[in-house]
């Protein structure tokens, strides 16, 4: 059963960027198509944007459109979120997950257990 | 993309039903089979426990179950178990927008 695995808490300065990583553990990273989903304090999930690793084709909601870069390295089994220009509001856990299957409408199946991210001067 | 559209919470006592609904626009819930439902645990990751609007993936008991009506898709759970006490998310595909997801606001079941 493939789990994944994400880098631990960040804490960071308004302006700075963050970047989190996400790593797959007993199976490729190649075989899915990985989603970023982030859910601030006592709030609801926000989906962020996906990509494809095997083609590193990645796209973002436009809520995040100019910040927000999501890569892939295959060989490293490890996705990653980078995310710019934060403010307090992008204090969140910030969750990988991959979808259940190749096509974009996949529903959202392996979920990683989140990274806290705090945003704070 | 706005978030969809749930009710914050909603109970029941142990062995009754519960339904919660999701309400959408025909760019998201409307326009494709693509809802989907998640459990959330406090301090626990999401877990799928409906995709396609009424499936359910393997080990999901039949006690939950999911339906929809134009813009607005349901979730029920049958027969009430303490262990539902959760958080619960619907999510749509809305396409047309850079292949995005947009999820709903949430509704806290309670097991009275």
């Known amino acids: 059963q493939v789990q994944l695995v994400q880098s631990g808490a960040e804490v960071k300065k308004p302006g700075s960027s963050v970047k989190v990583s996400c790593k797959t553990s007993g199976g490729t990273l190649s075989r899915f198509t990985l989603s970023w989903v982030r859910q601030a304090p006592g709030q609801g999930l926000e989906w962020m944007g996906r990509i494809i690793p095997t083609l590193g084709l990645a796209n973002y909601a436009q809520t995040f459109q100019g910040r927000l870069t999501i890569t892939a390295d295959t060989s490293a089994n490890t996705a990653y979120v980078d995310l710019s220009g934060l403010t307090s509001e992008d204090t969140a856990v910030f969750y990988c997950v991959t979808h259940l299957a190749a096509g974009p409408w996949e529903p959202f199946d392996i979920w990683g257990p989140g990274t806290s991210v705090t945003v704070s001067s | 993309q706005s978030a969809l559209t749930q009710p914050p919470s909603a109970s029941g006592s142990p062995g009754q039903s519960v339904t919660i609904s999701c309400t959408g626009t025909?760019?998201?819930?409307?326009?494709?089979?693509?809802v989907s439902w998640y459990q959330q645990h406090p301090g626990k990751a999401p877990k799928l426990i409906i995709y396609e609007v009424s499936k359910r993936p393997s080990g999901v008991p039949d006690r939950f179950s999911g339906s929809k009506s134009g813009n607005t898709a349901s979730l029920t759970v049958s027969g009430l178990q303490p262990e539902d006490e959760a958080d619960y998310y619907c999510s749509s595909y809305a396409g047309t927008d850079n292949f995005s997801h947009v999820f709903g606001t949430g509704t806290k079941v309670t097991v009275l």
């Open positions: 025909n760019r998201d819930v409307g326009g494709f089979n693509y």
